[in-house]
């Protein structure tokens, strides 16, 4: 998953299965806490996220960490970089995948359809990075979150009476790290919304949106 512009935020993963029963393989499952894999490690399979949530991280040369992307149901990871993994990929929750040979998305042989819908997920994955990354270069601090917080909404938020709801499995540091900003940053700026009544704060990994259309303006423009 990442954050586009408001204009832009639709669900564009779906959460239905790639290929027919007879194309795939056993499902994987991960617990909380281990990796799917690392960096540099040659890429033999792709992975649908089907439940849970990743963390896609890349070390930066002078030790920083970047967090590219978070894994969601319907998202697709593992894509190859000269043959390689370009990240580490960590579970933030239990996850289960399904898993697909790289072979299906670099050649036509076997399941026609599967080789589509992997080529055109690599698309798609391509077309939403270089938004996240034009995001991350025009917007404010609080613009940022604004859309991240918007983008979760439509993903996965649940209703909860006049209000949405989102669960956060990621810590304020994974938030910063992949939204280019400090922890401290984030948090001041959760404060913020929270003091403005657009958010409230259930608990550290639970967000209520009590105004959505204030959220959505603050994304867009920075105003509410």
């Known amino acids: ?25 056993a499902e994987a499952r991960l617990k909380r806490g281990a990796y799917l894999y690392f960096e540099g490690d040659e890429v033999e399979w792709l992975y649908q996220v089907t439940s849970g949530v990743l963390r896609l991280t ?17 998202d697709i990871v593992g894509f190859p970089a000269n043959d390689l993994h370009h990240t580490d990929c960590e579970a933030l929750t239990e996850v289960r995948l399904q898993p697909f040979r790289r072979s299906h998305l670099e050649s036509g042989d076997g399941d026609p359809a599967l080789h589509c819908a992997l080529l055109k997920a690599a698309l798609r994955e391509i077309s939403a990075m270089q938004d996240h990354f034009m995001m991350l270069g025009r917007k404010s601090a609080t613009e940022k979150l604004a859309s991240f917080l918007c983008v979760l909404s439509e993903r996965v938020g649940e209703d909860l009476g006049a209000y949405r709801q989102i669960n956060l499995p990621m810590s304020r540091a994974d938030i910063a790290d992949f939204l280019g900003l400090t922890t401290e940053t984030v948090s001041r700026t959760f404060t913020q919304l929270r003091k403005s009544k657009i958010i409230a704060i259930d608990n550290i990994h639970t967000i209520i949106i009590q105004r959505p259309t204030a959220l959505m303006s603050l994304a867009e423009d920075g105003t509410d």
């Open 1 to 25: 998953m990442y954050v586009t512009f408001p204009s832009e935020i639709a669900v564009k993963a779906s959460t239905a299965p790639l290929a027919s029963a007879s194309s795939k393989t």
């Open 58 to 74: 890349k070390l930066l040369a002078d030790g920083r960490r970047q967090v590219i992307a978070f894994g969601y149901p319907g």
